[in-house]
């Protein structure tokens, strides 16, 4: 269970994730989450910064398919779709595999040629990595989210401790946003 937590790589912001990297292992299509990965927690698509905007557009322009997949609620998560021009997937919530499946369907992609990109462990890079795919962890947006979501966040960074000390966990790239 522990190595299903470990992340390929981990950037501090989505848009620093380099794209011909992704283009480099073969990847077609990119899961993101929204919440503190797209966007700050709960917040609209007007937030979604030019970084953010340019690069989706990069992604676009190397022929790779960009789908969200959010536990959030599904009116939100379809706003953030159309006013991106990018797919979506919400109603199953993650670390199931069935919403990456379904991401990966809309896509046309397999699980090597896809990669998940989120905030958290337990639910995006548990699920992703579940799921066959290239994980990618970025640091969430802020400290604003559910009350869940903080005391997870404890168990998290002790995980997180453990596997770094043991060389296991990769470094952080990206500098701070
Ligand atoms: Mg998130």
Same mark, same amino acid.
């Given at each position: 269970m522990q190595n299903r937590l470990i992340p390929n790589i981990w950037y501090e912001r989505l848009w620093q994730?380099? $794209?011909?990297d992704l283009v480099d292992i073969g990847i077609k299509g990119v899961i993101v989450d929204l919440d503190n990965t797209l966007v700050p927690w709960k917040k609209d698509p007007s937030y979604a910064t030019i970084e953010t905007r340019e690069?989706?557009? @990069?992604?676009?322009?190397?022929?790779?398919?960009?789908?969200? $997949?959010?536990?959030?609620? *599904?009116? @939100?998560? !379809? *706003?953030?779709?159309?006013?991106?021009?990018?797919?979506?997937?919400?109603? $199953?919530?993650?670390?199931?595999?069935t919403p990456f499946r379904k991401a990966m369907s809309l896509m046309g992609t397999s699980p090597t040629e896809t990669a998940v990109v989120g905030d958290q462990l337990f639910t995006d890079i548990l699920g992703?990595? @579940? *799921?066959?795919?290239?994980? $990618?962890?970025?640091?969430?947006?802020?400290?604003?989210?559910?009350?869940?979501?903080?005391?997870? @966040?404890i168990l998290e960074r002790r995980i997180?401790?453990?596997? !770094? *000390?043991?060389? !296991?966990?990769?470094?952080?790239?990206?500098?701070?946003?």
């Amino acid at each position: 269970m522990q190595n299903r937590l470990i992340p390929n790589i981990w950037y501090e912001r989505l848009w620093q994730i380099p $794209v011909n990297d992704l283009v480099d292992i073969g990847i077609k299509g990119v899961i993101v989450d929204l919440d503190n990965t797209l966007v700050p927690w709960k917040k609209d698509p007007s937030y979604a910064t030019i970084e953010t905007r340019e690069w989706l557009k @990069r992604l676009e322009s190397a022929g790779i398919d960009v789908c969200i $997949v959010s536990n959030g609620g *599904s009116s @939100r998560v !379809q *706003s953030f779709a159309a006013e991106l021009g990018i797919k979506a997937v919400a109603g $199953v919530p993650k670390p199931r595999r069935t919403p990456f499946r379904k991401a990966m369907s809309l896509m046309g992609t397999s699980p090597t040629e896809t990669a998940v990109v989120g905030d958290q462990l337990f639910t995006d890079i548990l699920g992703g990595n @579940r *799921s066959g795919c290239y994980t $990618v962890l970025v640091t969430p947006h802020d400290e604003k989210e559910f009350f869940y979501t903080k005391i997870v @966040r404890i168990l998290e960074r002790r995980i997180k401790k453990r596997l !770094q *000390s043991k060389g !296991q966990f990769p470094e952080r790239k990206g500098k701070k946003a």
